[in-house]
């Protein structure tokens, strides 16, 4: 085949064909996979962090659950150490209350019994004054005698 | 030439073949144009431009549309190759010059698919005789690509190592300085060898799947569709591989052109 004209005309198309490629075509696109790229890297890297953060997020929760339990065990403790405080504190009062009673009514009945007693010695002291003046058929004189009968009853 | 096309092929194969592997021209001497050359390789230029021209106008930068994909993947795919082959750093010229080579010359190799018959017969109803579509076919369209590749290389070899220093390659490599004539010859049967083999490669691979597929045609239609399948699948690969080849070699001797030589002498 001999050499024509038509291998000009073909490298002139070639050269306006990578013109233009060069031109419109290529720098858009590289920068479009570039950044496609960079995009997917990111968006992997921020799917590790959210895996991560989620990890995180659990273990936090399963704290704050055992932290909230331990916290009602105590209060539950403490509400349950007051009621035996009280029941205690009650029964204390009950007893004291219970003593003073006691005490007040063993008081009433010493007075009761001196009472008692200062009532019989009046009479004994009588019922003496009287045997004696019937033994002796004398009128005894009770102003004489009343410094030695009232050592007498003293003595009762 | 004898206008043999209403004859059914089997009847006079010599004349059918010839008939089918004759361009349209038009001119004379140095002036014929190979009309149907220049005609086909324009037109897939131009659909090759406005594909670009879609896809590059509005680039969409989330999940791409199939074009966009497709175009994307080739582009990837050049932009690695190109920067895996390159030991300096490329020119930005090579990636778009790789890109142009691989898609236009596998379109235009593609168009070897078309039946035989189809498209000469439909010109020939507009009145037009020849119509070769297979634009690669034409040592024209080969040489073309392979000389601009050379002069690439030569105007890169030029800017990254000087003039003197490019010259006096000639003379020292490879033998060293004392084999001065050896060296020339070698070296000047080199650099006409790799743009003959760059253009004939191409030009010799698409020449012959064609004639092949003329051979075919010749036989008789209810035996030819198994010789046709066998060498229609295979040529599928020829046509992608063709291309691929030629785009590596371009990068390859693009890449040599931009060393710059150790001083080792």
């Given at each position: 085949?001999?050499?024509?004209?038509?291998?000009?005309?073909?490298?002139?198309?070639?050269?306006?064909?990578?013109?233009?490629?060069?031109?419109?075509?290529?720098?858009?696109?590289?920068?479009?996979?570039?950044?496609?790229?960079?995009?997917?890297?990111?968006?992997?890297?921020?799917?590790?962090?959210?895996?991560?953060?989620?990890?995180?997020?659990?273990?936090?929760?399963?704290?704050?659950?055992?932290?909230?339990?331990?916290?009602?065990?105590?209060?539950?403790?403490?509400?349950?150490?007051?009621?035996?405080?009280?029941?205690?504190?009650?029964?204390?009062?009950?007893?004291?209350?219970?003593?003073?009673?006691?005490?007040?009514?063993?008081?009433?009945?010493?007075?009761?019994?001196?009472?008692?007693?200062?009532?019989?010695?009046?009479?004994?002291?009588?019922?003496?004054?009287?045997?004696?003046?019937?033994?002796?058929?004398?009128?005894?004189?009770?102003k004489d005698h009343e410094q030695m009968l009232t050592h007498l009853a003293a003595n009762l | 030439m004898i206008h043999a096309s209403n004859a059914p092929a089997t009847a006079d194969p010599t004349t059918y073949i010839?008939?089918?592997?004759?361009?349209?021209?038009?001119?004379?001497?140095?002036?014929?144009?190979?009309?149907?050359?220049?005609?086909?390789g324009a037109l897939l230029a131009l659909l090759l431009i406005w594909i670009a021209y879609v896809v590059a106008r509005r680039p969409e930068q989330g999940v791409p549309g199939t074009l966009q994909n497709i175009v994307?993947?080739?582009?990837?795919?050049?932009?690695?190759?190109?920067?895996?082959?390159?030991?300096?750093?490329?020119?930005?010229?090579?990636?778009?010059?790789?890109?142009?080579?691989?898609?236009?010359?596998?379109?235009?190799?593609?168009?070897?698919?078309?039946?035989?018959?189809?498209?000469?017969?439909l010109t020939e109803m507009s009145g037009i005789d020849h119509f070769k579509v297979v634009a690669t076919s034409d040592p024209h369209t080969t040489f073309a690509l392979s000389l601009s590749v050379f002069l690439l290389?030569?105007?890169?070899?030029?800017?990254?190592?000087?003039?003197?220093?490019?010259?006096?390659?000639?003379?020292?490599?490879?033998?060293?300085?004392?084999?001065?004539?050896?060296?020339?010859?070698?070296?000047?049967?080199?650099?006409?060898?790799?743009?003959?083999?760059?253009?004939?490669?191409?030009?010799?691979?698409?020449?012959?799947?064609?004639?092949?597929?003329?051979?075919?045609?010749?036989?008789?239609?209810?035996?030819?569709?198994?010789?046709?399948?066998?060498?229609?699948?295979?040529?599928?690969?020829?046509?992608?591989?063709?291309?691929?080849?030629?785009?590596?070699?371009?990068?390859?001797?693009?890449?040599?052109?931009?060393?710059?030589?150790?001083?080792?002498?």
């Amino acid at each position: 085949m001999n050499v024509t004209a038509t291998l000009l005309g073909q490298m002139i198309t070639f050269s306006l064909l990578v013109i233009f490629i060069k031109e419109y075509l290529w720098g858009p696109l590289i920068q479009v996979l570039e950044d496609r790229k960079k995009r997917i890297a990111d968006g992997l890297a921020a799917a590790e962090r959210g895996h991560h953060e989620r990890e995180l997020g659990k273990k936090r929760a399963l704290e704050i659950i055992r932290e909230a339990r331990d916290a009602a065990t105590q209060m539950i403790e403490q509400a349950q150490a007051r009621t035996r405080d009280i029941i205690e504190d009650s029964e204390d009062e009950a007893r004291s209350a219970a003593e003073r009673l006691i005490t007040a009514a063993r008081a009433e009945i010493n007075m009761e019994m001196s009472r008692a007693k200062e009532q019989l010695r009046s009479q004994v002291i009588t019922l003496a004054i009287a045997g004696a003046e019937r033994i002796l058929r004398k009128e005894v004189d009770a102003k004489d005698h009343e410094q030695m009968l009232t050592h007498l009853a003293a003595n009762l | 030439m004898i206008h043999a096309s209403n004859a059914p092929a089997t009847a006079d194969p010599t004349t059918y073949i010839q008939h089918h592997l004759h361009p349209l021209q038009a001119g004379q001497g140095f002036w014929t144009f190979n009309l149907d050359t220049l005609i086909v390789g324009a037109l897939l230029a131009l659909l090759l431009i406005w594909i670009a021209y879609v896809v590059a106008r509005r680039p969409e930068q989330g999940v791409p549309g199939t074009l966009q994909n497709i175009v994307e993947l080739i582009v990837e795919f050049v932009e690695t190759q190109v920067n895996d082959t390159f030991l300096t750093r490329p020119s930005p010229l090579v990636g778009p010059l790789a890109f142009s080579i691989f898609t236009w010359v596998f379109l235009m190799n593609s168009m070897d698919f078309f039946p035989v018959d189809l498209i000469p017969k439909l010109t020939e109803m507009s009145g037009i005789d020849h119509f070769k579509v297979v634009a690669t076919s034409d040592p024209h369209t080969t040489f073309a690509l392979s000389l601009s590749v050379f002069l690439l290389t030569f105007f890169y070899n030029i800017k990254m190592k000087g003039v003197g220093n490019y010259f006096k390659g000639y003379l020292i490599h490879p033998f060293g300085k004392w084999l001065l004539p050896f060296n020339l010859f070698m070296t000047l049967v080199e650099e006409i060898a790799k743009p003959l083999s760059l253009a004939l490669r191409l030009f010799g691979n698409m020449f012959a799947g064609e004639l092949v597929f003329l051979l075919i045609a010749i036989l008789p239609w209810w035996t030819l569709w198994i010789p046709g399948l066998v060498w229609s699948i295979f040529h599928v690969l020829v046509v992608t591989l063709q291309a691929f080849i030629f785009m590596v070699l371009t990068i390859m001797y693009l890449s040599m052109a931009h060393e710059v030589p150790q001083e080792d002498h």
